[in-house]
Every structure is written in C-alpha cells, then in structure tokens.
C-alpha cells in the first residue's frame, strides 16, 4: 500500500520509525539511491571546503569522503540552468524526456522538493507536479511561512499553509520546510523498498535576506574586517586545502555591473552604491556595520541550509541507505550581486524586509573568479560540486577534469543501469547533450565533451572548446581566454587571435543555440 506521506505526518504519525531496509535492500546489485541537492545563487567560495568560512560541516563531510570539481559548468542563472537539468539538453528538441521520467522508467521512485522555475520552452517536458511522483514546490518569496495563506503546492495542488507537515516549533522556515518533505518522500520510496531518485533544490541563499535570529548571531561582528580580508582570507584557505590550483590568483574586485540590470529609482543615494566596489577603509563606522548585518545574514542562510542537509543525511543514515546513495550538491550559479531591494527601513534579516546583497560581497561569493551570476565568466558559471557515493567512491579527490550539469542525466541513467540513448521500451527520445561522469567517479577519465556552454542567454553566452573560452557580455563582441594559462580570464586574447575567435562563433552559431531564446 502506498504511504500517504503528507497526511500521515499531518496526523503525527507519520514513518519516521522506519528502521533500517530488509536485507534485501542492500543487495549489491542493486541500483543506487539517487539524491540531488541544489542551493541558489551560492557563489564557489561560500561552503567551507571550498574556501569559506561559512559554518558547512555537513557539506565539508561529504568532501572528505568523496570528490570536489574544480569547474562544475552551470547555465549561470536559476532558470536555464533548471531547465537544461531536467532535461539534459541546452535546448528545446522534439521528443524531450524529463530527468524523473527516464529514471521512472529504471524503475525507480522519483520525488522533489523545492523551487521548480523553469524556462517555457522546457516546461512541456519538465513541469514538476507532471514528472515527479511526489513533489513540494515553493511559491513564496521570502523565507518565513506566513501562518495563513497558500504557499507551496504539494503534488500540484494548492497546500494551505496551515496544513504543511512541519517538523519543530515555529517560526517556520522554508529551507526547514523544504527539507521536511524530502525527508518525508524518501522515507516513502524507502517503506515502499525502491531505489529512489531525489531531487531537493532549496531556495537558499537567493534573495531576499532571511534567516533565523539564532542563525545571523552566529556571524554578527565576523565581517567588520571587510569584503577585502575575507575574500583573501579565503583565496589562502582554498590554496591551503588544494582546490586552488598553482596558476590561480585572486582578481580584481568585479564591479559596474548597473548598466545591464534595471533598479528601482527610489532612495538613489543608497543604490548608487550596491553595485560597486568599494576600499572597506573608505566607509564609515555605521555603514560598516550594516554590510556586517548584510553578510552575516547571507551566511546564516548558507549555515542553515549545510544544518538541513544535515537532517537529510542522517536520515538516509538511519534508514541503512548510505553506502549505496549517490549524492550530488552543487549550486545553480554563482553569488547575485543585484539591486532588488526593497524598503530600506528594514533591514536585512527581517521577517517583513526584502532586502539583497551588494555587488563587493557577491564578489567575496565568487573568489577568486571574476563577475556574478548570468555571466559567462567563472564567477558566472563555474560551481562548487561535491560527489559523494561511499559504494564506489572510496578515496576523496579533487578533479580536474570539466564537468557540466548536463552530464548529471546521463550520469545518473548510466549508475541505475540503462542506456542514455533510449528508454527501457527501445524508443529514442531527444539526445542528450552531457556525457557520463561515471569514469570520473569511478577514478579513471572521461574523453573530454567537444564543447561546453554557459551564461543566461545569447547576450551573456560561454563557449568552450578544450581549454579555450569565448564569453559574450551584455551582446558585446566576444572575448577569448585560454583557461590552461589564464584561468581566471584576466587576458583577452581576441585581438591577438581573431582567426581563433571566427571559428569558434561559427561552431557556436552552428548549434543554433540563439535561436530558441
């Protein structure tokens, strides 16, 4: 009998005294578990093994245990990259099957919670409610549940507030929220003894700033030092742990980033500043302070989401699921540094406020890259990505070699055992246009995919073939880097190399890519 998740916890009686699976369940030849974890608007440098200083030890554990990528491609903004997720390709193609739909048809119980956000021309294949057997999806903005309203929706119908499966005392928060459903869908796949696949893609840290009071004082007073000494202090520590590699170096401050984002004209003396960097020295006392405020709440919202992804995986632990559970987490772009605040009056952190961070911390987000989210610029594009699978991964390594978010589906079709190429009926659907990273996790290579793209939309595009890189800016001419030498983008060499640049637009204009948008 299936397991009516959502009104067995609304009862209090829910499946939280699942004990760990048959014997059965841990048969070798069984399948993985699948669990895809994916934050919002978290730049490389925020989790802690990547740099930060940021409390993430539940995240830093799954490092330790397993793989961290180096470069980890993202499409560079929430909703290309959601979309080219789900369905494994950069753009729409007749015959397009869903990421839970090809794992569906493997067999396996498929379940999501949290932000859905998708581009229209993947919506026909991808909408949630439509491809996943259960699901959670988050309609709010903020992060406190209001007592009364309608919020969420729970397998495609309205859910009123009132009525969520909340686990604890109020306030309630959303990324709590969003994670007591997963938790609830996995212990559902798990009563019902099949290998599962899901996906928890958490609104954190994406405006507005939002967090628990217990949570921001934990970091109050760590950011007086300035955007300056901590991007530094964390360029030292990523060099320190190895994920920096010898040829990398901290940038110059990104800034100037208003003319390609539409802002509110009110309270111009105050925008005038979000987007730009200043020397910390250069500010007074007050000011200080409230950039203090501004940071601290943006790594409280990081904190408490590394603690719920903490509750998910001693949960996987409790149920005897850990050794043979594929987790993946990485973040859907780099850290967001515009202006969409809103009432100045209140600050950051306030329930009621709407309130979002300034270019010069977004830019701590990204260290030691240049530029933000929708660019096709690591800063952009380029995400922390943590693996972990104890059944195969049995040594941590950091990995070098290029991945994309792309190659996930056929990653995943590959580990549950079928063919990327067709459905278990025989029928083809639309290529996908990733490659497996099996090899990589297995700790051998992978032949390298003959190109990568990035960057939301035509106007900011990434384009790279081997170790060379067009990036496109707000539809400006294009820009070449090679990554081998200048990893952190700091020599365009268009000019000097304009034959190099024709061919490489041309094999980029040959996808046809532009013309879906």
Known sequence: MKINWFMSIALGIGVAGLGAPAPAQQAANRP?????IMSDDIGYSDIGCYGSEIQTPNLDQLAAEGLRFRTFYNMAKCEPTRSSLLTGRYWKAEDMVSMPSRMRDLGYFTAMSGKEHLQNWARPTAVISRTFDRSFVNNMRGYFVPETGSSFQVDGKDVPNEQLAYRGEPPYYKTDVITNYAIGFMEEAAAQDRPFFLYMAQTAAHYPLQALPEDIARYRGSYLKGWDAVRAARFEKMKATGIATDRWQLTPPSSDINRFRTTPKDHPEIREKIPLYRPWDQLSAQEQDELDLEMAVYAAMIDRLDQNIG????????????????????????ACPYDSNENFALPPGDPNGFRTLCAAWANVGNTPFRYFKQYGHEGGCNTHCIVSWPAVIREPRIIDQPGHLLDLLPTFIEVAGGDPARMSDGRRPAPLQGAS???????????EPPYFISGHRDRFRMFRQGDYKLVRVNGEEW??????????????????MPERVEAMAAAYAQLGMSETE
């Open 32 to 36: 993985p578990n699948i669990i895809l």
């Open 479 to 496: 820009q070449l880097y090679n990554l081998a030498q200048d990893p952190m983008e700091l020599q365009d060499l268009a000019a000097a």
């Open 437 to 447: 990273l099996l090899p990589i996790l297995q700790g051998g290579e992978r032949p």
């Open 311 to 334: 509750r998910l995986l001693r949960r996987v632990e409790e149920l005897g699921l850990r050794e043979n559970t594929l987790i993946i987490y990485f973040s859907d772009n780099g």
